[in-house]
């Protein structure tokens, strides 16, 4: 799995949520075998031992919705060691920087650049896996966007595609 990419996204139990439906998008519209597709439908920290621990990427692309009101997606660049009010990792640290790939081309009428991912799922899991990058698989890298629900999924997707085109994210772009 060296030069694979995973792609997830978070989903309500009927798989109607934007980054379910952005997720569906992205899949049939990227067409290669390095490329895994999947939902979460339970606690990320099962997602995280099954999909993403002990595995070797080379990027790791979540999708989550954006709780809030905006039209732009939202390009996460840190998360942080704590879930509800607890920390995820005690000892741990507070913050981690998100290992991002190069990125020299961001279109800021349609992406914005995020510095908390809020306290609950897409933070556990952007922060496990970054600290699990960080210890383990230091030339993974990640990228975490917080999608509007007020877009179409088939924009967004298109508009997460340009951007991985624009900074030859995929190997294939």
Request: charged share 15%; glycine share 4%.
């Amino acid at each position: 799995m060296a030069n694979s990419i995973l792609i997830y996204a978070f989903s309500n139990q009927w798989a109607t949520n934007i980054s379910r439906r952005v997720l569906s998008e992205l899949q049939n519209n990227l067409k290669s075998s390095d490329i895994t597709f999947l939902p979460i439908h339970y606690h990320p920290k099962s997602f995280f031992k099954k999909h993403i621990e002990f595995n070797n990427y080379s990027l790791i692309i979540g999708l989550g919705d954006f709780f809030g009101k905006t039209d732009k997606i939202r390009l996460e660049t840190i998360t942080h060691n704590v879930y509800g009010e607890n920390s995820i990792y005690p000892f741990s640290p507070i913050n981690l920087e998100i290992s991002l790939p190069p990125l020299d081309c961001l279109d800021t009428r349609i992406f914005t650049v995020g510095e908390h991912m809020g306290k609950y799922n897409c933070n556990w899991l952007a922060y496990s896996t970054e600290l699990y990058i960080q210890q383990y698989s230091p030339n993974t890298r990640q990228l975490f966007f917080h999608l509007p629900k007020t877009q179409k999924a088939t924009i967004l997707a298109n508009q997460i595609i340009t951007m991985f085109k624009n900074n030859s994210i995929l190997p294939y772009s």
